[in-house]
Structure formats: C-alpha cells, structure tokens
C-alpha cells in the first residue's frame, strides 16, 4: 500500500499500524498498572454498549456487530484481562469478581456510568460479576451460550484446546486447526489471525491469551477439571438470582457447551430474561451466524428503548426483557 506513505517515506521508514476495525477505532488506556486495550464505535455522545468476549478470543470477535451498531450507540469492547493487548491482572486473580472488577475499572477510565453489557461466555460470566458488584452500572445484558452451569464434556473439549494448541508454525496451520476446531465457523480468515497470534522469536506463533497456559498449570497442581466443571461458576447461580435490568440469554442451537434444558433454567433464575435460540450455531454463536446474532441483539436493545438513552442520563433499564 506504498501510495498511503507520505511521500519520500517507505513503509520501513514509519512505525507499524495498528488493527484498527472498519468503521471503528483502536486505542489503549491504563487501568491502574494495567495497560487495556479496547476498540470503540459510534459517537461517545450516545448510549454505550459494552461489548466482552469469551475465553481466548478478544475484542475483534464483535468487528461486525459494532459496526451494526455504531449509528445509534457508543459501542465499547476491550480485551479482557490476560487476552488480545490487555495485560494480565495477575497469575492469583483470576475470578468472576476480578474480572467483573477490572471491566468497572476500564469503564471508569472511559468515562461510562452505566451501559448495557454484551457478553459472550466468559464476557456473560464478567457481566453478571459486573451486576453483582454493581446493579447500577449494567442497565441490561445479553449473555450469549452462558449460564449457571455448563455440559462438562464440552467444557473439557475447550480446555483440551487450549491446552494442546500450545504454538503453530504458521497462520495457514492455525487457521487448518481452528477450523476443524469450530466446525459451524464460516471460513476462518488467514489474514485475522494476527488479531488472535503473535510471533516469538524462533518464528512460531502463540496465542495471545493464558488460556492454555492457565489451564495447563491448573492440570499440573491436580485439578481434575471434568470433575469441577467451571471454576469460574462457582457462586453464580446466586448472583444471577439478584440480577434485575432486562437479560437475554442466547444460545447456539448446536451448543456443547450450554444444553437447552439449562439455558431454560436460567430463565426462571433471572426473572427479567428470556431466552431465544440461533439456529445452526455452536458456543460461539456471533461467529457462526453473524446476522442472525445481530439481529437479535439490535432487536432486544430497541424493545428496552437503550438508544433514547443519552450521555446527560443513562438511566438505567428496569421490568423484564
């Protein structure tokens, strides 16, 4: 792309770009002596969605649904902690409440009072710890295939996942792995793969998350993690109960992970919520079917009336979805 340089500049002349989404934008904020990244999309004076994605993945997994949703809300999506270009909070903090905490913290720096939380898996788990720890700053959620407990099996199919895609020795043989990996996925695209992957010295690829690391270290110390299920659920049923703002819970028809009859439960836990189903889907729905997803997303924020909401107000959302 030689004809975007200032002229008399080569490309080895100026510093390398960073991935910034099609209709969006990049940037970094400290949170505390944590460096977070984060994308944004639309006008800072409208109503904010904030955006968390699941285990392993970071903020590019909503590129498309923030650009959906640029011209009616502020759109937010970090990296969660430990994931993308956000630091870790430390090998010792790593619970629903640790990472509900450092969300709070960033919308904080971002100068957000109160948004409606979309949450993907561990980003569903975050935003009920966010709820929990404070009911005023999450006027309504989607939580997209998570629940108060998950089908073990799936789980430990994750978990083996990370667990043994250690490093890769090119992006085609990542994308190869990962494809086989999601098997509901549309084409796993070679040249994203950097989002998720970065190179080491030796010129191997890593992830960009501790996920594997994480999971294997817990492996190591003798956690039978079949045995547990979640770690992360521990506690969650009971914040749940307490949620109040409008929920929906979506769920990939061909989910592992979330079976129907839990999804169903949940929905008498949270009495706000109401569940709906993506045909064709697997856990990570919004990847799978991208415009179905959306569109349920868009329609549920227009039925809590979350864009008359504004900057001078965002008063929280309240009576059931």
């Given at each position: 792309?030689a004809?975007?340089?200032p002229r008399g500049?080569?490309?080895?002349d ?8 099609s209709d969006?934008?990049?940037?970094f904020v400290?949170?505390?002596?944590r460096?977070?990244?984060y ?6 004076q409208a ?7 699941g285990?392993?993945q970071?903020a590019?997994m909503?590129e498309e649904?923030g ?8 759109v937010l999506?970090?990296d969660l902690?430990d994931h993308?270009?956000?630091e870790p ?6 619970t ?9 913290e960033?919308?904080?720096e ?6 409606v ?6 980003g569903?788990?975050t935003s ?6 404070d009911?005023t700053r ?6 997209i295939?998570?629940a108060?407990?998950v089908?073990?099996?799936?789980r ?5 996942f990370?667990?043994s895609?250690?490093s890769f ?9 990962i494809?086989r ?5 549309r084409?796993?695209?070679?040249d ?7 190179q080491?010295?030796?010129g ?5 998350h501790?996920m594997?690391r994480r ?5 190591e110390r ?7 299920g979640?770690p992360?659920?521990?506690g969650?049923e ?6 109040r ?6 769920r ?6 979330l079976?129907?009859?839990v999804?169903?439960?949940l929905?008498?836990?949270i009495p706000?919520?109401?569940l709906?189903?993506?045909e064709?889907a ?9 415009e179905a997803?959306?569109d ?9 009336g979350?864009h008359?909401?504004n900057t001078?107000g965002?008063p929280a959302?309240?009576?059931?979805a």
């Amino acid at each position: 792309m030689a004809e975007l340089h200032p002229r008399g500049y080569s490309e080895h002349d100026l510093a390398a770009r960073h991935d910034v989404p099609s209709d969006g934008r990049s940037g970094f904020v400290r949170c505390g002596h944590r460096q977070v990244h984060y994308l944004t999309w639309g006008s800072v004076q409208a109503a904010p969605v904030v955006l968390l994605h699941g285990a392993g993945q970071s903020a590019y997994m909503y590129e498309e649904l923030g650009a959906a949703l640029r011209g009616q809300y502020f759109v937010l999506a970090p990296d969660l902690p430990d994931h993308g270009d956000s630091e870790p909070l430390g090998e010792d903090r790593w619970t629903r409440e640790d990472l509900a905490r450092s969300t709070l913290e960033f919308l904080d720096e971002m100068g957000v009072p109160a948004a409606v939380f979309v949450g993907a898996s561990l980003g569903g788990i975050t935003s009920i710890g966010a709820a929990k720890a404070d009911p005023t700053r999450v006027a309504g959620m989607v939580l997209i295939d998570v629940a108060h407990r998950v089908d073990v099996a799936g789980r430990q199919r994750l978990v083996e996942f990370f667990v043994s895609t250690e490093s890769f020795g090119s992006l085609d043989e990542a994308a190869d792995v990962i494809a086989r990996h999601l098997p509901n996925r549309r084409l796993v695209r070679v040249d994203n793969l950097q989002r998720s992957l970065r190179q080491r010295p030796d010129g191997r690829w890593v992830w960009k998350h501790g996920m594997g690391r994480r999971n294997r270290a817990e492996i190591e110390r003798g956690i039978a993690l079949p045995a547990v299920g979640d770690p992360m659920l521990v506690g969650f049923e009971a914040d749940a109960r307490g949620v109040r703002c409008p929920v929906l819970i979506v769920r990939g028809a061909r989910s592992d992970i979330l079976p129907e009859a839990v999804a169903q439960e949940l929905t008498e836990i949270i009495p706000t919520s109401r569940l709906a189903s993506v045909e064709g889907a697997g856990h990570t729905a919004l990847g799978d079917k991208t415009e179905a997803t959306i569109d349920l997303i868009r329609r549920f924020l227009d039925e809590i009336g979350w864009h008359h909401n504004n900057t001078r107000g965002w008063p929280a959302a309240t009576g059931p979805a």
